[in-house]
């Protein structure tokens, strides 16, 4: 039998230096009919934000990642590239191999990371029965996408409940904290929280609890 003591072969590596960033970033073909972007669920503009990093625009390139999916620094991580952008790369048969589309979204939005910025609503944005209550059960990676959704469109009044005492559901009670770390699901719910949404954890919802307004 073997032994998993000290075995850290699923360990994430850390993300890809500056200089490794850059010479992976100059690799990009910028495809016209991008697979890669096709092949992605959040639909993420890929070669917009790799040519967003090869000119040195980091915050640029984190804004376009995070404008599509709101946990781009969690899928950056996590998510399993070789089976959707990284394999549909159109150089995924030269010797090279496939561009690492995702060490460079998670080095593009671990710096936007440190940078410590708040997430902000666009000026006068504002939809119609903007003052509707909206409800969210469980405070998950589903819940804090769509919340992020809705709060950019201009509703005011958006809560997560959550039956737990902690928040980000499987990102935090299943992931380990070795392939993502706590403060990487704390980053990404404080961007929720910037744009006014309310989380209330330790709170489990029934049919009782509906009412009509």
Do not use: W
Not at 49 to 65: L, M, P, V
Not at 151 to 164: N, P, Q, S, V
């Amino acid at each position: 039998s073997c032994t998993l003591t000290n075995n850290f072969d699923d360990i994430k590596h850390t993300t890809l230096s500056e200089r490794g960033a850059l010479k992976e970033a100059s690799r990009c073909l910028k495809c016209a009919d991008a697979p890669c972007q096709k092949s992605c669920p959040t639909q993420i503009d890929v070669k917009s934000f790799i040519t967003s990093i090869s000119n040195k625009n980091y915050y640029g390139a984190a804004k376009e990642i995070l404008s599509d999916n709101p946990l781009g620094l969690t899928c950056g991580m996590v998510c399993p590239t070789s089976d959707l952008c990284v394999g549909g790369c159109n150089l995924a048969a030269t010797e090279e191999g496939p561009i690492n589309i995702g060490g460079l979204q998670h080095f593009a939005v671990d710096i936007f990371k440190k940078m410590k910025l708040k997430q902000t609503r666009i000026p006068g944005q504002s939809v119609k029965y903007a003052d509707t209550k909206i409800a969210l059960i469980g405070c998950g990676p589903a819940s804090l996408s769509c919340a992020t959704f809705l709060a950019r469109l201009g509703y005011d009044h958006i809560r997560i409940f959550e039956k737990e005492a902690y928040v980000g559901g499987l990102s935090s009670s299943e992931i380990p904290q070795y392939r993502l770390p706590y403060d990487v699901v704390d980053f990404e719910i404080e961007l929720v929280k910037d744009l006014g949404v309310q989380i209330e954890c330790g709170r489990a919802l029934s049919t009782d609890d509906l009412t009509i307004q």
